[in-house]
């Protein structure tokens, strides 16, 4: 019920929240929405000596257009992701994926920055992440640099962040005028995903001209289903993207816990990508 | 320490509290505001839901047991014991979960209370899905939720933009078939 | 009895009277509670299944940062032990059961050391400053192996895991013949596991005591402080005249605060060696682990019928888990099924026998229904299996075997005389309303045309026993207490009536539904009615609340005592309206002069009279009040029929539950608004049964769904609406005509949910699906067994 005792950060600039990390060393550790990190807090899970909080720094915050870019700040929350205009016209997937995460006083708090940098496999929004190729910009000491979503993830609960890092902001490529799906599927409305599948496609004359899909929880990272989105290119009919769907297995490695097997991971996978397709297409 | 200012249910308490106080605790264990209650330790049941509005934000429905009370400095709470207008009228959803026989045991209905009231200020008119899917963050082990569905319901029309509480359980009763079939 | 019956209040849904406080949260949860001084526990619990402490030194604890004091088990040498109330034969095995632990731990989260410090969080914070080391021991988890030669024991000192074997046999006990002999045209044998279940109340068990003054106050959130008080003082010494036990507003119970606890003993134990309140309030967690746990046996049974699908014959054996210790009704848990395996059928021989097995676990106890679901689902499970076996409709083979409604009262196979029912109108209430028929049709369209989506309708036409119990059954299954309850109705002098009531609720209603009943009685307005309860220096008697008893057993002695209290105040009436008692009759709630209406008087004139006491009749006690204490002579019997139509995704394993229907007898109802919330909240629970709820351990005996994030209560999301709707059979043995209801949908819910997912899938060849029917398990169901037979 009561973490252990911490010293708390909260810095108004990104230079002291890296700087604080740094004086932290090991035992620091961010805070951003808190709704994973209080749990784990409060279960003694984790005890960290510093905890820096993120929500003092404006620069952060915010979700805006950039060229070619949309750009969510780190602490946007999952409720301002979903609920954002601009979010739903140039990513629907992403509102689609962060209507689904936690429930609505959760989603008041938690933030895209806080989900990605926490890398849960069963989280949803990394999935998001990697089908739509964002890149993830990172601020450390000595200032910025972009990762590529699939780099970002690098094993369960481990991103490409250093320990000095934290994630600054995330950049969607604009995806107007695509239609977005995201199945997931958990026993029940609390539950962590046993599966999800987060699928985008842009049709032209009837037909799926561009695909993006990804898994959650099919692996210690999200997996992106290149097979599934090669074998729909110029889909009409729900028999090719079934056919497609197939494919959804490719490069996964599920986790068997109480929640599934793995061989019922992998089966869901096919039929939800079908389905996530199916859907997103309007077939 | 850390110093706090917090404003809860009109009131500003300013007060020296350890970093590691959840808001929650320092609701009920340093203001006394005892109507809101813990009852896990996961972020799960939402028993402990509160509305926060930050310094520079509006007010929403949060689990006070995953906030820090550091982390409410400079900002606003209301608990289910400051819904109430001053002359003891009941607020509409409070009202609404009396008449809807929507609580037995009572103890997750500070935070359900809550709950509802942020989801109708989002979306006044939800239908019973939406209510559903709204009130997903908090769990009840007495009533099957049925009630407390119908007392949304209510209050959703007590503030004359929802639709009518069906008369008695009536269900949907459409078939659906899966989404390629 | 001659009640008055038909009043005003009673059957009205009035609004409840304890909600102004709840949605205001104006409460008195315990752990609201902060007294003068108190200070904080915190426990340190055994990561272990099962070992030898070989070390424990709380010296450092001591010294850490605000700690008041710290002990282990040895050192807490005034903590008593935890009794179990119900050995159910001569030789049925009872371990020692310390709260906490001296040498070796046998599930894991027991209790092995405590600190006590001025605020939690140093409480909690000097836990790691205590030196312990373990020596791990074998660890027997499952039910088979633990009654396997050559087994780790869980207790040494027993020599065995098997706690006790009981056993009824109809031919034994002259109710019936023998299942050997049994005509088996057709045998139905199956393997039925109820999964390990955790009651879950929202409300975290919470205990604070206050030992000022050589008096000793417990507040503790329980279903029990009668039972509570009694058993601390006989267990610790204390004498009981200066226990006072208070149960202040308890969130929920569901029997899993039918307990007396380590936690209360413990924190008693340790507020008299401090001298100062002392307060204890579990984490989720904490509760999960260390709460009692239901449920969780294995059921063998055989039906045995003839080709018309006539029942002949039922034998149950049941291997029930017991954990490490017994609770307070662990052993008996199981068999309050006994009765009931036989449910609403007529048949002519019956055999049940229980096996109580120690493993090393969380201890089990009642959970919500407590023996009766598990009948329940056994039965009417195979009564499907029986069905798909001879080609019947599910309700065809219930309606040959089910007693009917001319026939009562009717005496069971298992003894018991079930004094009034109609199956017939609640199953025929039931189907119409679900569209049995129309549902039937879908059915067969879908299968026909392959559907990915398949339907199922589920059958539960259950029976239950409430009212629990008659002092002299329990007294014949050697339960240590009786089943009686107590009321105290009193008058004050300006008209207001308090009731006080020994049965202490936990949400169900008591000050509402008692309100409704004493206004009727006394012909008093609802408003002037106070429900005083949960304090034993207040209710001095009663045997608390558990097994849908309240109504039906303090019910009666409500009724009765209100009986004595108009008793008294007709003289009174009479002697101020100068007539004779016999010239006076009770209408429209006051003594009225027959032929001469409007000369009356109304209780609360003679409540006045009888303050004043100037003038009062020869040999009347200037008070008017009036305690009763009631024991049954027999249990009541609701029934009811719920159906379920359940979609079942073959593709995904999804179950959706499409619509669900409860029709219930449960005789007069004094609130049908409270009655129906009863049935929303039980029903949800047998559905999670059904789907979702299971503790789990690993193989090292860990509790692998120790949070809410992985023991999944559902949520308003993952439910249906419930049609409910009711007939009315009054109990023939209750002055009310009331049964009880506070566990009937738990009871009903479970079998319906799952014979609807079976019914889905039989044409794919599948009987069976273990619960909770995850979407997995359907899936492997929907998809392995498709072709066959």
């Known amino acids: 019920m009561i973490p252990v005792a911490f010293e708390y950060v909260r810095p108004t600039t990104v230079a002291d929240a890296v700087s604080a990390l740094r004086s932290a060393g090991e035992d620091g550790k961010v805070l951003a929405g808190g709704q994973s990190l209080l749990p784990v807090l409060r279960l003694r899970l984790a005890a960290p000596s510093t905890v820096v909080d993120l929500g003092g720094i404006s620069a952060l915050r915010g979700i805006r257009l950039d060229g070619d870019w949309l750009v969510v700040g780190a602490t946007a929350t999952h409720a301002e992701v979903a609920s954002s205009p601009l979010v739903a016209t140039e990513s629907p997937l992403l509102a689609a994926v962060a209507r689904t995460v936690g429930d609505r006083q959760v989603r008041h708090r938690g933030t895209l920055g806080g989900s990605l940098a926490h890398a849960d496999p069963a989280g949803d929004l990394p999935a998001a992440a990697v089908a739509l190729d964002a890149t993830v910009v990172v601020a450390g000491p000595s200032g910025q640099r972009a990762i590529p979503a699939r780099e970002f993830f690098t094993d369960i609960f481990t991103t490409a962040l250093a320990q000095d890092e934290i994630v600054a902001e995330v950049r969607f490529p604009r995806t107007p005028g695509w239609t977005a799906r995201y199945e997931k599927f958990h026993r029940t409305a609390q539950a962590w995903a046993v599966l999800g599948v987060a699928a985008a496609v842009r049709r032209q004359n009837g037909s799926i001209a561009e695909a993006r899909v990804a898994l959650t929880n099919a692996g210690p990272t999200p997996v992106r289903a290149s097979g599934v989105e090669a074998a729909l290119a110029g889909a009409t009919d729900l028999a090719t993207v079934r056919a497609a769907a197939a494919h959804a297995t490719d490069g996964t490695t599920p986790p068997s816990d109480a929640s599934g097997s793995a061989e019922y991971r992998r089966h869901l996978a096919v039929v939800l990508t079908g389905r996530a397709v199916a859907a997103a297409a309007g077939l | ?181 | 009895m001659t009640a008055t019956l038909a009043g005003p209040e009673v059957g009205r849904r009035r609004l409840r009277k304890e909600d102004q406080r709840l949605v205001t949260g104006q409460t008195r949860w315990t752990d609201n509670l902060t007294l003068p001084g108190m200070l904080h526990l915190a426990i340190l619990r055994s990561p272990y299944a099962h070992a030898k402490i070989t070390r424990i030194d709380v010296s450092a604890a001591r010294q850490a940062p605000n700690v008041v004091a710290a002990f282990s088990g040895a050192e807490l040498d005034n903590q008593g032990v935890l009794a179990c109330a119900w050995p159910v034969t001569e030789d049925t095995v009872l371990p020692t059961y310390l709260p906490m632990a001296v040498d070796e731990v046998r599930h894991v989260g027991e209790p092995v050391a405590v600190v006590v410090a001025r605020d939690k969080g140093s409480a909690v914070d000097a836990l790691d400053a205590i030196d312990i080391e373990y020596e791990p021991l074998p660890v027997v988890l499952d039910l088979e192996a633990a009654l396997a030669p050559g087994s780790p024991l869980v207790h040494d000192s027993a020599g065995t895991n098997k706690a006790y074997h009981w056993v009824f046999d109809s031919a034994d006990a002259g109710t019936g013949a023998s299942v050997a002999s049994a005509e088996a045209e057709v045998t139905v044998a199956r393997r039925y596991v109820q999964q390990r279940l955790i009651p879950a109340f929202m409300e975290p068990r919470s205990v604070v005591v206050d030992p000022t003054g050589g008096e000793w106050t417990m507040y503790s959130a329980t279903q029990i402080p009668h039972i509570t008080r009694f058993l601390l003082a006989a267990t610790t010494g204390t004498p009981e005249h200066k226990i006072r036990v208070v149960a202040p507003d308890v969130g929920g119970g569901f029997g899993g605060k039918l307990q007396i606890t380590p936690e209360e003993w413990i924190t008693f134990a340790v507020s008299t060696k401090v001298g100062r309140p002392v307060k204890y309030t579990e984490t989720r967690s904490e509760s999960l682990v260390s709460g009692h746990h239901g449920r969780a046996m294995i059921q063998d049974i055989t039906l045995t019928a003839k080709r018309d699908g006539t029942v002949t014959g039922l034998h149950v054996k049941l291997t029930a888990n017991m954990g490490a210790y017994m609770g307070i009704i662990t052993p008996g848990t199981p068999l309050l099924g006994a009765f009931m395996y036989n449910a609403i059928y007529k048949f002519p021989a019956y055999r049940f026998e229980c096996t109580g097995v120690f493993t090393n676990t969380t201890k089990t106890d009642a959970y919500r229904g407590a023996g009766r679901p598990e009948a329940t689902y056994a039965i009417e499970r195979i009564m499907d299996e029986l069905a798909a076996e001879l080609g019947l409709d599910p309700l065809e083979v219930r309606r040959r075997n089910w007693i009917r409604h001319e026939e009562f009262p009717c005496t069971t196979v298992a003894g018991l005389v079930y004094d009034s029912g109609n199956y017939e109108a609640a199953t025929e209430k039931a189907t119409g309303l679900l569209g049995y028929e129309a549902l039937r049709s879908e059915q067969a369209a879908r299968r026909a045309s392959g559907d990915p989506v398949q339907l199922g309708i589920g059958i539960s036409t259950y029976t239950e026993m409430c009212g629990l119990a008659p002092s002299r059954t329990l007294g014949a299954l050697r339960y240590g207490a009786g089943g009686w309850e107590s009321v105290t109705v009193r008058v004050l002098p300006t008209g207001k009536v308090e009731v006080v009531s020994g049965s202490t609720p936990h949400g169900q209603g008591h000050d509402t539904a008692w309100s409704q009943i004493v206004a009727d009685q006394l012909g008093v307005p609802f408003d002037d009615v106070i429900v005083l309860h949960g304090d034993t220096r207040i209710a001095v008697k009663g045997m608390d609340t558990y097994g849908s008893r309240s109504l039906a057993i303090g019910g009666i002695a409500m009724v009765q005592a209100a009986e004595k209290v108009r008793e008294k105040a007709k003289k009174v009436a009479a002697h101020l309206l100068e007539v004779s008692p016999n010239d006076l009759e009770w209408s429209e709630g006051a003594f009225r002069v027959k032929g001469n209406r409007d000369q009356a008087k109304t209780i609360a004139e003679v409540a006045i009279a009888v303050f004043a006491a100037h003038d009062l009749p020869e040999g009347v006690e200037p008070s008017l009040d009036s305690e009763a204490t009631f024991d049954p002579s027999t249990f009541s019997f609701p029934h009811g029929t719920h159906l379920c139509a359940a979609e079942v995704d073959t593709e995904t394993g999804r179950v959706t539950i499409r619509k669900y229907v409860a029709v219930d007898d449960i005789g007069k109802v004094i609130n049908p608004l409270i009655v129906e919330g009863q049935v929303h909240g039980g029903v949800v629970q047998g559905m999670a049964q059904a789907l979702f709820e299971d503790a789990i351990y690993d193989e090292s005996g860990n509790l692998v769904t120790g949070s809410f994030a992985d023991y999944l209560l559902p949520s308003a999301a993952d439910l249906p609406e419930i049609v409910c709707d009711r007939t009315e059979t009054p109990a023939t043995t209750h002055p009310l005509g009331v049964k009880g209801v506070g566990e009937a949908g738990t009871i009903a819910s479970t079998p319906a949910v799952v014979n609807a997912v079976v019914d889905a899938l039989r044409p794919r060849g599948v009987h069976d699906i273990p619960m909770p029917l995850t979407p997995e398990r359907v899936w492997q169901a929907a998809s392995r067994q498709e072709g066959a037979a």
């Open chain 2, 1 to 181: 320490m850390a110093r706090v200012s917090v404003t809860v249910d009109g009131v500003r308490y300013v007060d020296d509290v350890p970093p590691r106080t959840l808001l929650v605790q320092y609701l009920r264990e340093q203001l006394g505001k005892v109507g809101t209650v813990v009852g896990c330790d996961t972020g799960n049941c939402g028993a402990c839901t509160v509305l926060f509005a930050a310094p520079d934000g509006a007010a929403q429905a949060v689990k006070s047991c995953s906030l820090l009370a550091v982390q409410a400095d400079g900002g606003e709470v209301t608990t289910v014991e400051g819904l109430a207008g001053s002359d003891g009228t009941l607020h509409p959803v409070q009202q609404a979960f009396h008449e809807q026989h929507a609580l037995q045991c009572g103890f997750c209905t500070p935070g359900m209370i809550m709950a509802a009231v942020d989801l109708l200020q989002e979306n006044p008119n939800p239908t019973e899905a939406e209510i559903r899917d709204g009130m997903s963050g908090n769990l009840c082990r007495c009533t099957g939720y049925q009630n407390i569905v119908r007392a949304v319901q209510a209050a959703s029309q007590a503030s004359g933009t929802g639709s009518a509480v069906p008369p008695q359980a009536g269900p949907a009763d459409t078939p659906s078939t899966a989404g390629v079939a």
